[in-house]
DNA sequence: TGGTGTGAAAATGTTCACAGCA
DNA sequence: TGCTGTGAACATTTTCACACCA
């Protein structure tokens, strides 16, 4: 916190923010595609699914990328951001557990266009080795750091069984990697230094669980009073919404 | 807002401890598996990836469900958490797209687990109606209405390519639908008092890739000055972590 | 004139620290 | 005595509203 570099890098962009440009840059690659040159704050927003005033403030802490009276070039804009996120390059990552849900990841295409590159399909299961999936050999596990090694992986994804999550991630951050997206349903344990993000269907169901059941008190009163019924106004787009983690045997 | 409900229901709980309660009913299920019968906030805490301050002040949104000097009762803890979101009793829920990724959500044990159980498998292509993915039939897409009728379905999970997921949602609130997990990389828009929440990997994956960038520069000096490299101590938990989508071809 | 960029206000979320109860 | 439950302080995020400039 120091020393400020000289380079207009090194702003502080609040996490909130960081969250959002990965969906600002799709709807970027969207209006491209629509043949859109330029656009305004509030159709960019549209395009994003949020408000036009939290778009700005959050391209704010970018930079002025914009002109006032005019809007957002779309190209130039789509290059900033991707250069913040840095995703300007490929990033090699490797998959373990290539069960359902591995299958799924690994023939995923928006690794490739999204600045994702898959260099390795691990399983421990032995006699998954030799099997292809998406053009992809399948590898035995034990190789993990020699691929890490060789091909400088930074992110693993962990779609192994929960039981195994947490040796995965110890044998990835011990190889070098240091950013895991983990699948498994399980609180994985890492040294500091290393980012973890979990995604868990069966977290984002109960969220939606949660809410539904909450609509349903409203319109059939039970043992509450009837209340306005305008209550149920709950979101329209798409719920703030935090982590969760899928898999589990799905992944086996 | 106006009348307070005579229960003592109709607490208002923080979106962000919503989104924590699957998680402590995690660990509370691993809890039990190990045989623990009490825990104290601390112990609880350390189990979901929180900390114990945290934790307390969620719980006490729902009630003092603990014992000063002692802690919770894992039970009963268990039961209250489930009560509150909903998940004491099955959701019925529809699956649409069985590409990829609909085949991994449909094999996904922890639906069943967790309060939640597949009646429906759709996809638009007929020539995979007859089809059965995880001993559950694939049906024609056009079956939508007749089954959420018949079996009071609420929530739906789209899983189908980015292209096709408006028309899946338009149709799905059409039918009665209101609460909605989106894998597909694309903003939905649905009327008020509908739920939408969404998965994107390449958006998680993204998010990792602007912290491992920010991490090299620091390691690495690159043309910013040296600076103290303690700031590498980023996340070592769960990253707060926001929404995402996944799918795009990998469910077609 | 029209739309960006941004201070300031409001809302939401997290952490602290300790009163109070079993 | 030990641990919960919670006000109050702090931090982050969102929203407002408007100055400012192409």
């Not at 030799?130 to 400088?152: K, M, N, P, Y």
């Amino acid at each position: 916190m120091s020393s400020r570099s000289s380079a207009d890098n090194a702003r502080e962009i609040p996490e909130a923010t960081v969250a959002r440009l990965p969906v600002y840059l799709r709807a970027l690659t969207g209006l491209t595609e629509s043949g859109v040159a330029t656009c305004s704050s509030e159709e960019l927003a549209a395009a994003a699914g949020v408000n036009s005033a939290k778009l700005r403030k959050d391209l704010s802490y970018l930079g002025s990328y914009g002109t006032r009276g005019v809007g957002y070039d779309v190209e130039y804009l789509t290059y900033q951001i991707a250069r913040e996120i840095g995703v300007t390059h490929d990033w090699p990552v490797v998959i373990v557990g290539i069960g359902n849900l591995g299958h799924a990841l690994a023939n995923y295409s928006g690794f490739r266009s999204r600045g994702f590159r898959v260099v390795a399909l691990l399983d421990a299961d032995p006699s998954r080795a030799g099997e292809e999936v998406a053009g992809i050999a399948v590898q035995s596990f034990d190789r993990l750091e020699e691929i890490v090694t060789e091909h400088g992986v930074a992110i693993g994804v962990i779609a192994t069984p929960a039981p195994a999550a947490q040796d995965v991630a110890d044998r990835m951050v011990a190889a070098g990697i240091s950013s895991i997206l983990n699948f498994a349903p399980r609180v994985l344990a890492v040294p500091p230094g290393v980012d973890v993000r979990k995604v868990d269907l069966s977290i984002e169901l109960q969220i939606l669980a949660y809410h539904e059941q909450r609509k349903a008190a409203i319109e059939q009163p039970a043992q509450l009073e009837p209340e306005h019924a305008e209550q149920t106004e709950h979101a329209e787009q798409c719920v703030p919404a935090v982590d969760g983690a899928l898999a589990q045997e799905v992944l086996s």
